[in-house]
T-cell receptor, first 114, second 113 residues
Framework: SAVISQKPSRDICQRGTSLTIQCQVDSQVTMMFWYRQQPGQSLTLIATANQGSEATYESGFVIDKFPISRPNLTFSTLTVSNMSPEDSSIYLC???????????FGQGTRLTVV | DAKTTQPTSMDCAEGRAANLPCNHSTISGNEYVYWYRQIHSQGPQYIIHGLKNNETNEMASLIITEDRKSSTLILPHATLRDTAVYYCIRTTGGGGSNYKLTFGKGTLLTVNP
């Protein structure tokens, strides 16, 4: 299994500012993902964080708004840039090893933009 | 189409088996079926996954039809703490380590006393 530490656990931010969320895993993992969960909704995949290269974004998500870093096999960051109230969501980090094995989720960062 | 189809909600009596269905009629031969659940305000919790064969672990059983177009998650003795949203997910993406989990809307299972 993998233990994921996600920071901060929650934050309240002013519109127009940016917030960087950190995801630290206690072991080296192959895959790291970032999800968004809007109030009352299911999880939506934002991007796959690739070590040493640009993240792979899903349709509707762009690097300028959600820049992602992954400097090594245990750490990734997601930045929510130029925030608006519509960005108020829970942001979750997920990690996995290979296809056919389980993926693990952090407890999420609850972001409120005012 | 990487979607799965699940009922929006289900009820189950405490102590009885909960059977949660999932349709994935367009699944391809190398795609796994995963089940996760999410209890309010928590991160999703892994339950079980499978490719072709039925699987069982300490939490649940997964029954996959022979044609792999549908599956059923079975919680053998549901408790009140099993009340959650249950997600049936197909892995999508390339082979080997290149994959991703795409969530649908899930089933809200309510276990009643």
């Amino acid at each position: 299994s993998a233990v994921i530490s996600q920071k901060p656990s929650r934050d309240i931010c002013q519109r127009g500012t940016s917030l960087t969320i950190q995801c630290q895993v206690d072991s080296q993992v192959t895959m790291m993902f970032w999800y968004r969960q809007q109030p009352g909704q299911s999880l939506t995949l934002i991007a796959t964080a690739n070590q040493g290269s640009e993240a792979t974004y899903e349709s509707g998500f762009v690097i300028d708004k959600f820049p992602i870093s992954r400097p090594n096999l245990t750490f990734s960051t997601l930045t929510v840039s130029n925030m608006s109230p519509e960005d108020s969501s829970i942001y979750l980090c997920s990690v996995g090893y290979n296809r056919g094995t389980e993926a693990f989720f952090g407890q999420g960062t609850r972001l409120t933009v005012v | 189409d990487a979607k799965t189809t699940q009922p929006t909600s289900m009820d189950c009596a405490e102590g009885r088996a909960a059977n949660l269905p999932c349709n994935h009629s367009t699944i391809s031969g190398n795609e796994y079926v995963y089940w996760y659940r999410q209890i309010h305000s928590q991160g999703p919790q892994y339950i079980i996954h499978g490719l072709k064969n039925n699987e069982t672990n300490e939490m649940a059983s997964l029954i996959i039809t022979e044609d792999r177009k549908s599956s059923t998650l079975i919680l053998p003795h549901a408790t009140l703490r099993d009340t959650a949203v249950y997600y049936c997910i197909r892995t999508t993406g390339g082979g080997g380590s290149n994959y991703k989990l795409t969530f649908g809307k899930g089933t809200l299972l309510t276990v009643n006393p």
